[in-house]
């Protein structure tokens, strides 16, 4: 009895461990804009507007969405449920799926972030779409968290999502991988019976070591990623680079800031943004890019404020509670709808992800959506949902053939 009250306190903790992580980056966010006088991230450079009060005050409102995406996860997962076995051919099929992905971004440039469409031969199109319609983020998150996968295929499948991401230019799904590895091998599933907490501690002393060594070849990695944009990487001192780049990217206290700053622009232009612009962004995967829509999204909304030029190059990453506020601007009604559906976003998330790795899966979907937070983007918590269902049947299929196979596992 005692050891199930700690294997579930234990569980809690580390459910609640990338929020802090989350929160931790706000207030460091506070104490670097306090003392250097300038925003970070998106805003790196701009004069501080507030007052030292202020800046402390919207580090906590900035971290009160990732409490609430624990307490939904938390409140939503169900409780005893076992993850389902992988057949080998799924492994297999999973792998294939992530090494297409690398080699069509190699060769083709498919995904890349920052650049133009890419280019392929006529009848190669129809197989980059249905490719593209398996998200190998998702993927590579059940192969790492499934307790049918061993450690060696993990490690092969995390290796491969991250040359599929730092080919694409982007940067976020690093974090996201040491914090599914982070999971693995903290989950008390296998350990009912013992908690070694010598190992735990072990456990935290790599991941620690790990993030040390990622954080110091951090401007490497960013370098790489511009020059695959093709931009130009800033010339910044490490600490600058740090607090103002890096640490300014996992935090979204400067976006919200400067959204009270400006609260007065977004609030003229209001009429801009549809007030079904934030339901219409989250649903865009749905019907993929066989409906145009040429509604202006939350973030675009909000970028072309800050940057008028901004339009179809790139767009700001704003968090939740700017994106809430614009709705809010449109009517109290709506913003109350464009929460409700963002809850049932994260509801379905979690749901669909214990179907696959049982009560593990509140982990994976806390890894999945702790980035949409961040980003702001409504797509970003819907796109979970598709990719899992996609998954889901494309595992059904492959399931049922190694049924009818006589293969067990």
Same mark, same amino acid.
């Given at each position: 009895?005692? @050891?199930?009250?700690?294997?579930?306190?234990?569980?809690?903790?580390?459910?609640?461990?990338?929020?802090?992580?989350?929160?931790?980056?706000?207030?460091?966010?506070?104490?670097?804009?306090?003392?250097?006088?300038?925003?970070?991230?998106?805003?790196?450079?701009?004069?501080?507007?507030?007052?030292?009060?202020?800046?402390?005050?919207?580090?906590?409102?900035?971290?009160?969405?990732?409490?609430?995406?624990?307490?939904?996860?938390?409140?939503? @997962?169900?409780?005893?449920?076992?993850?389902?076995?992988?057949?080998?051919?799924?492994?297999?099929?999973?792998?294939?799926?992530?090494?297409?992905?690398?080699?069509?971004?190699? @060769?083709?440039?498919?995904?890349?972030?920052?650049?133009?469409?890419?280019?392929?031969?006529?009848?190669?199109?129809?197989?980059?779409?249905?490719?593209?319609?398996?998200?190998?983020?998702?993927?590579?998150?059940?192969?790492? +968290?499934?307790?049918?996968?061993?450690?060696?295929?993990?490690? +092969?499948?995390?290796?491969?999502?991250?040359?599929?991401?730092?080919?694409?230019?982007?940067?976020?799904?690093?974090?996201?991988?040491?914090?599914?590895?982070?999971?693995?091998?903290?989950?008390?599933?296998?350990?009912?019976?013992?908690?070694?907490?010598?190992?735990?501690?072990?456990?935290? !002393?790599?991941?620690? !070591?790990?993030?040390?060594?990622? !954080?110091?070849?951090?401007?490497?990695?960013?370098?790489?990623?511009?020059?695959?944009?093709?931009?130009?990487?800033?010339?910044?001192?490490?600490?600058?680079? !740090?607090?103002?780049?890096?640490?300014?990217?996992?935090?979204?206290?400067?976006?919200?800031?400067?959204?009270?700053?400006?609260?007065? +622009?977004?609030?003229?232009?209001?009429?801009?943004?549809?007030?079904?612009?934030?339901?219409?962004?989250?649903?865009?995967?749905?019907?993929?890019?066989?409906?145009?829509?040429?509604?202006?999204?939350?973030?675009?909304?909000?970028?072309?404020?800050?940057?008028?030029?901004?339009?179809?190059?790139?767009?700001?990453?704003?968090?939740?509670?700017?994106?809430?506020?614009?709705?809010?601007?449109?009517?109290?009604?709506?913003?109350?709808?464009?929460?409700?559906?963002?809850?049932?976003?994260?509801?379905?998330?979690?749901?669909?992800?214990?179907?696959?790795?049982?009560?593990?899966?509140?982990?994976?979907?806390?890894?999945?959506?702790?980035?949409?937070?961040?980003?702001?983007?409504?797509?970003?918590?819907?796109?979970?949902?598709?990719?899992?269902?996609?998954?889901?049947?494309?595992?059904?299929?492959?399931?049922?053939?190694?049924?009818?196979?006589?293969?067990?596992?």
């Amino acid at each position: 009895m005692i @050891t199930q009250v700690l294997i579930k306190r234990f569980s809690r903790v580390h459910l609640f461990a990338p929020c802090a992580a989350f929160i931790l980056f706000n207030f460091l966010t506070a104490y670097y804009l306090t003392t250097a006088g300038i925003y970070n991230g998106d805003f790196q450079g701009i004069s501080l507007e507030h007052s030292n009060f202020e800046v402390w005050v919207y580090a906590c409102i900035a971290s009160i969405p990732y409490l609430v995406l624990y307490y939904i996860i938390l409140r939503t @997962t169900p409780i005893k449920v076992k993850p389902i076995k992988l057949p080998k051919f799924f492994i297999i099929f999973s792998l294939i799926i992530l090494i297409l992905s690398l080699v069509l971004t190699l @060769t083709y440039g498919v995904g890349i972030i920052g650049t133009e469409i890419y280019q392929a031969p006529a009848p190669l199109k129809p197989f980059i779409v249905i490719i593209n319609r398996i998200d190998p983020v998702v993927l590579a998150g059940i192969l790492i +968290l499934s307790p049918y996968v061993n450690i060696r295929t993990a490690v +092969l499948t995390a290796s491969l999502l991250l040359f599929i991401t730092l080919y694409r230019s982007s940067l976020q799904y690093v974090p996201f991988v040491l914090l599914l590895f982070y999971y693995r091998f903290m989950s008390f599933e296998k350990r009912t019976e013992k908690l070694k907490k010598n190992n735990n501690l072990s456990i935290f !002393i790599i991941f620690f !070591i790990i993030s040390a060594l990622i !954080i110091n070849i951090a401007p490497d990695l960013y370098q790489f990623r511009d020059s695959i944009r093709g931009t130009d990487t800033l010339d910044l001192e490490f600490d600058e680079f !740090i607090f103002g780049k890096l640490i300014g990217r996992l935090s979204n206290l400067s976006a919200l800031m400067m959204f009270d700053a400006r609260y007065d +622009l977004f609030y003229q232009r209001i009429n801009e943004l549809h007030s079904f612009s934030y339901l219409l962004d989250s649903l865009k995967y749905f019907w993929g890019s066989f409906v145009k829509s040429i509604v202006i999204s939350h973030y675009d909304y909000y970028t072309s404020i800050h940057d008028p030029n901004a339009f179809s190059f790139y767009a700001m990453q704003t968090g939740v509670l700017p994106a809430f506020g614009l709705s809010l601007m449109k009517s109290p009604i709506v913003m109350i709808f464009d929460v409700f559906i963002t809850c049932l976003f994260i509801f379905y998330t979690a749901r669909l992800s214990t179907f696959f790795l049982g009560n593990t899966g509140k982990y994976f979907a806390m890894s999945l959506l702790i980035f949409a937070v961040l980003s702001g983007a409504p797509s970003q918590f819907s796109l979970p949902i598709i990719n899992l269902v996609v998954i889901a049947v494309a595992f059904k299929i492959i399931k049922y053939f190694s049924i009818a196979r006589g293969e067990t596992s």
